[in-house]
């Protein structure tokens, strides 16, 4: 459960960084969007190592049960292209 939190908190940062970062340069004016922009897209970062993390530790508890190995790799997959989307769109912004 707390893995499927994890995935969503960090997919929706991921995607949604950068109206993110308007919407709180919109409230906070004096900080740039970019520096928003790189909060938001570090706690993607994080949230994706956490859900990591914790599969990582199931299968290691659970001693390598297939299960927990096929929702690693899942895992896996989705926080790495999620990261470099989010790494795409931060990229742009310092160009």
Known sequence: MIVIICLLLGSVLAIFGQDFAY??????????PLT???IVTISSYLFYMLAIAITF?????HKMKV???EILGVVV?????MSR?????LAMWWS
């Open 77 to 81: 997959i989705i926080s790495f292209i």
């Open 23 to 32: 919407s709180l340069h919109a409230i906070l004016p004096n900080v740039y």
């Open 67 to 69: 299960k927990y190995l």
């Open 57 to 61: 530790y199931r299968v290691i508890k």
């Open 85 to 89: 989307w989010s790494t795409f769109v």
């Open 36 to 38: 928003f922009l790189v």
